[in-house]
């Protein structure tokens, strides 16, 4: 149920008009220009954005984002240098952490380790620790690709005492017991991915995403639809077919790689990141008044 | 395939022995194990968990008839359980070696592969993927592959595709294809990324066969019943030869697929202590500032967290990120361990060792001088193990043998050559650019 969301803004971001939704890799390729792309995915019109934390083991992406990932690790990119940068940030959208559990699940249990490696036992204080420092740090809501409905029990408990939401993704392939249990306990939004696969731009938009969408219409949690779209066309498409947001990143952290390749200065990255999110913005609204306008003329 | 529904066969009861009912119901070893995937891998995972139980524990279509049967003629099945006399007079306790170096391929993971094949196979999938390090496992399922006609392709990181360069050479022999993964560092833990991406796109058709008792369930309890026909041999050979069960059973641990093979009929058997022998490196100090383990030895080292699909036991620094793991043994090199061996070690039932590198490369020539047998450098480790604890073990040790150390020749000139060992021939004839 939308209703039932943690997070305010991100229940605003989809209240009118679909949300576009831009997902960066923070870190890449260093701390500081990444805060500029990620305020120009902003002042493109970005009404959520996903902000990757990088895990060394990313099953559930393509290369364009693992190389991403890889490049803010080299960097030095840590959960909590992670957690400044979304401090630091001067952004109007909603934030939302997309991240692996390990990450989620270790933080800020160093100290219960050392103390488990004398009594030879695990003391981990599970994910709390992370979800109470990322409400700190203004998140307001988590993605986890490897984490499973039937094992997120106990983010789901911390996300609810900490005000924030927690996304899951549904593939096309999802089967319908298993999409109940997932949309019992999902929260904010949930992110369709559009076809098979990993993450990465690709030219066309599977047929694949009016399937799901359909599947998910009786649902009252917004829809947002990700994986293979890089071009306002498509985002016209998807929302037109019924999505309410459009999840971006492959295409945004592509700019961000070309530009390191191309030797080009922060601020024309960030130019082309801005350009990109309103081209795919306005096609959102398109999409959008094309899907609303016959219905009220009727 | 045969027309049976169901077989009752006593090749069928085997799968339900004692001893293997961890994990199945819910992929639960304790604390461990469970199914952290993407969710686009779900529907696949729950496919693969229901052509489990109705294949492997209830041997539909005969499924186990077919893949003990092509166990004994592809595979050369069962291995002997073999009196080792030197060892037994150094150390001067009963040492049995159980030879899975004389698998075809020369290793266990033939056990592992060709099940997985058939059982892929008998699904009506219609091709093959597979990571690996060194290359064994790539190997393994290039010949299961091959044998049973299924197209398959191996990812195999850049770096190891360089250090292996025969195994590339045996795949490719035996119809695969092997695709080099470049991203990250070119190893194991970015060719299971890579075959895993695969595998999201292509769940329909193709069936991923993981190389130890790691990932998501089904696959730890899967690949474990399929290696357990190590440890069922070697109890009842055990038996037979010398009138009484092992006081001890030692393996070499990475993964944990030759370990678990060679425990999982021993682990009710309270008597029989069971040694799972990590590779202890070059030290068990951490570097954190490099993100760099220099050993293997995640249960012995590690602490638990979430990799590759399962909760286990992981080298990781503070932050939860993946350390590099190093061993003089690519095959023992892995940074995480199957869910079942951590929950072992946990409650008690078996005891982790680390063998540092020099200890294992003694090892490696203590047997093939003393036995004729050339040892894989990750089994090394176990006879390394032997050496220094033997006087703490009972009158009648098996050691498994889990693979034959043809493919480590070159590693081991290099390696002996660094060192002053005294088993070891002078090797300075073959770093002299012959």
């Known amino acids: 149920m939308a209703d039932t969301g943690n997070s305010e803004a991100i229940a605003e971001a989809f209240a009118d008009g679909p949300a576009y939704v831009p997902y960066l890799v923070v870190g890449d390729p260093d701390y500081e220009s990444s805060k500029a792309y990620v305020e120009a995915l902003d002042r493109g019109g970005a009404d959520v954005i996903e902000l990757g934390l990088p895990f060394s083991e990313p099953i559930a992406e393509g290369s364009t984002i693992q190389e991403a990932l890889v490049r803010s690790l080299d960097a030095g990119m840590t959960p909590d240098r992670f957690f400044a940068f979304a401090e630091e940030l001067d952004v109007d959208a909603a934030?939302?952490?997309?991240?692996?559990?390990n990450l989620i699940y270790q933080y800020g249990d160093s100290e219960a380790r050392s103390a488990s490696d004398a009594s030879g036992e695990t003391a981990s204080a599970g994910p709390r620790p992370f979800v109470e420092r990322a409400a700190a740090a203004g998140i307001e809501g988590l993605v986890v690709p490897d984490l499973p409905a039937e094992e997120a029990d106990p983010l789901r408990e911390a996300c609810d005492e900490f005000g924030l939401d927690l996304v899951f993704i549904v593939a096309p392939t999802t089967r319908a017991d298993r999409l109940d249990r997932l949309m019992e306990r999902v929260s904010g939004y949930v992110y369709v991915q559009a076809r098979l696969g990993t993450t990465g731009a690709r030219d066309d938009v599977s047929d694949q995403t009016t399937q799901s969408l359909d599947r998910l219409r009786e649902y009252d949690v917004p829809k947002a639809v990700g994986f293979g779209i890089s071009a306002g066309e498509h985002a016209e498409r998807i929302v037109a077919g019924g999505a309410d947001g459009i999840i971006v990143g492959s295409a945004l952290v592509d700019i961000v790689a070309e530009g390191v390749e191309d030797d080009l200065s922060t601020a024309e990255i960030a130019d082309r990141l801005e350009a990109l999110s309103r081209e795919l913005k306005e096609g959102a609204e398109r999409g959008y008044a094309a899907r609303v306008e016959p219905a009220e003329s009727r | 395939m045969s027309e049976t529904e169901s077989s009752t066969s006593e090749v069928g009861e085997l799968s339900r022995r004692p001893g293997r009912e961890r994990g199945r119901d819910d992929g639960k070893f304790g604390r461990y194990g469970g199914q952290y995937v993407p969710e686009a891998l779900m529907p696949a995972i729950e496919e693969l968990t229901?052509?489990?139980?109705r294949y492997v524990l209830d041997n539909e279509d005969g499924f186990m008839d077919e893949f003990r049967e092509r166990l004994a003629d592809f595979g050369g099945r069962p291995t002997p359980l073999q009196r080792a006399d030197r060892l037994s007079e150094r150390y001067d306790t009963e040492v049995y070696l159980k030879r899975e170096d004389l698998l075809h391929g020369g290793a266990h993971k033939l056990n592992n592969a060709l099940g997985q094949v058939?059982?892929?196979?008998?699904?009506?999938?219609?091709?093959?993927?597979?990571?690996?390090?060194?290359g064994q496992h790539g190997t393994a399922t290039a010949m299961a592959a091959a044998h049973l006609d299924m197209p398959c392709t191996i990812y195999m990181g850049e770096r190891d595709i360089n250090r292996q360069r025969p195994n590339v050479f045996r795949m490719k022999l035996n119809g695969s294809e092997v695709k080099p993964v470049t991203t990250g560092r070119g190893t194991l833990k970015e060719?299971?990324?890579?075959t895993m991406r695969d595998w999201a796109e292509t769940v329909e058709d193709t069936h991923y066969v993981i190389g130890s008792i790691v990932g998501p369930h089904p696959f730890p309890v899967m690949v474990r019943d399929f290696q357990a026909v190590i440890s069922e041999e070697a109890r009842e050979q055990s038996i037979e030869k010398t009138g009484g069960l092992p006081t001890d059973v030692v393996a070499c641990a990475g993964g944990g697929s030759n370990t678990m093979g060679a425990f999982a009929d021993f682990v009710d058997d309270e008597?029989?202590?069971?040694?799972?022998?990590?590779?202890?490196?070059?030290?068990?100090?951490?570097?954190?500032?490099?993100?760099?383990a220099p050993n293997s030895a995640s249960l012995y080292a590690g602490d638990e967290?979430?990799?590759?699909?399962?909760?286990?036991?992981?080298?990781?620094?503070?932050?939860?990120?993946i350390m590099e793991s190093h061993s003089i043994?690519?095959?023992l090199d892995y940074a995480g361990v199957g869910p079942e061996l951590a929950y072992l070690v946990d409650e008690g039932r078996v005891s982790p060792v680390a063998v540092d590198d020099d200890a294992a490369l003694e090892g490696f020539h203590r047997l093939s001088s003393t036995e004729g047998i050339i040892p894989a450098l990750e089994t090394a480790h176990a006879f390394g193990f032997l050496e220094e604890h033997?006087?703490?073990?009972g009158e009648r040790v098996v050691v498994n043998v889990s693979g034959r150390g043809d493919k480590d020749l070159d590693a081991a000139i290099e390696e002996t050559d660094q060192r002053d060992i005294d088993e070891a021939p002078d090797m300075s004839m073959f770093t002299g650019g012959i």
């Open chain 1, 95 to 101: 934030l939302v952490c997309m991240t692996y559990y």
């Open chain 2, 50 to 53: 229901d052509a489990y139980e």
């Open chain 2, 118 to 134: 058939l059982l892929a196979k008998y699904m009506g999938k219609e091709r093959i993927i597979a990571e690996t390090g060194a």
């Open chain 2, 191 to 194: 060719a299971i990324s890579e």
């Open chain 2, 271 to 292: 008597s029989v202590d069971l040694h799972a022998v990590e590779a202890g490196g070059s030290t068990l100090e951490v570097d954190e500032e490099a993100g760099v």
């Open chain 2, 305 to 321: 967290g979430v990799l590759h699909g399962a909760r286990t036991k992981l080298l990781q620094d503070s932050d939860g990120q």
């Open chain 2, 329 to 331: 043994s690519s095959g």
């Open chain 2, 390 to 393: 033997h006087e703490d073990l």
